[in-house]
């Protein structure tokens, strides 16, 4: 019994410093956007971000509306090619599945340089477009939402059918409510994805000031170090939101799908 007690303790002891180094980086933002290098208080920052310069905030805003299109554009898509996959039967079906996971393993920097032939071809380049119209199809969110419809009643999907429902009709009044848990999941992880992405702004955006927030962050070389920390604070307050709101939405919409 002690011994197993002692066992508890350390392993506390372990959690409680794991978790101290995990906070440490948040609180040293937090502190530092108060401070503008020498040593002394100051809210200089915080008034060149919110009311001196509309930049920042400009940039924030955009960022969140180009994330929230790519999300729900995602979605609509995911839940179209996961219905098809998990109901419809037809030749070639376990390839096109293969090939979805193929892509799901693939790092985003092999599919850099022929997504700009491809944007450069329509004169996409420099624009939000650009970031947005690649983003649109996830293959993990579509083989996410094809297992959990996999895991419904196919009969639900056959009576509906011979009821003459149109295929529209029974993906939003049966499969988009049935499969709501791991849509949910769906469009979290794609918003998260979005709000991160680094690589693709700086490959088809010539211009910094268009860049994402996270992006601008990373490459802009912004040299005031205090407002840097501020737009850090402001990037982490979505992503930390949704996690707070949605945190159970998306266990449960993983966990339904079967996926380990």
């Known amino acids: 019994m002690k011994k197993q007690t002692k066992t508890s303790g350390l392993l506390r002891g372990l959690f409680l410093v794991l978790s101290l180094i995990t906070v440490v980086p948040a609180i040293y933002l937090l502190l530092h956007t108060f401070y503008d290098g020498t040593a002394r208080f100051t809210l200089s920052g915080y008034y060149e971000v919110f009311l001196h310069n509309p930049?920042?905030?400009?940039?924030?805003?955009?960022?969140?509306?180009?994330?929230?299109?790519?999300?729900?554009?995602?979605a609509a898509i995911s839940t179209l090619a996961a219905y098809a996959l998990a109901t419809l039967k037809f030749k070639g079906a376990n390839l096109l599945i293969f090939g979805l996971a193929v892509l799901m393993l693939l790092p985003v920097q092999t599919t850099l340089a022929p997504?700009?032939?491809v944007l450069q071809y329509f004169h996409l380049l420099?624009?939000?477009?650009?970031?947005?119209?690649?983003?649109?199809?996830?293959?993990?969110g579509t083989l996410l939402e094809m297992q959990v419809l996999r895991a419904l009643p196919h009969e639900l999907f056959e009576a509906a059918a011979l009821d003459e429902a149109t295929t529209l009709c029974i993906i939003r009044r049966i499969a988009v409510p049935a499969a709501k848990g791991g849509?949910?999941?769906?469009?979290i992880l794609t918003f998260v994805e979005a709000w991160n992405m680094l690589e693709q702004p700086v490959a088809f955006l010539r211009d910094a000031a268009q860049y994402p927030l996270a992006a601008y962050l990373a490459f802009s070389g912004q040299k005031e170090i205090t407002v840097v920390f501020i737009c850090s604070l402001l990037a982490i307050i979505p992503v930390l939101l949704i996690f707070a709101f949605f945190n159970e939405e998306l266990t449960d919409g993983i966990e339904f799908s079967g996926i380990r």
């Open 126 to 140: 420099d624009t939000q477009w650009a970031i947005a119209l690649p983003a649109l199809f996830w293959p993990f």
């Open 115 to 117: 997504t700009y032939l």
């Open 183 to 187: 849509i949910i999941s769906v469009m």
């Open 55 to 74: 930049r920042y905030l400009l940039l924030f805003w955009r960022s969140l509306l180009l994330c929230g299109v790519i999300t729900l554009g995602n």
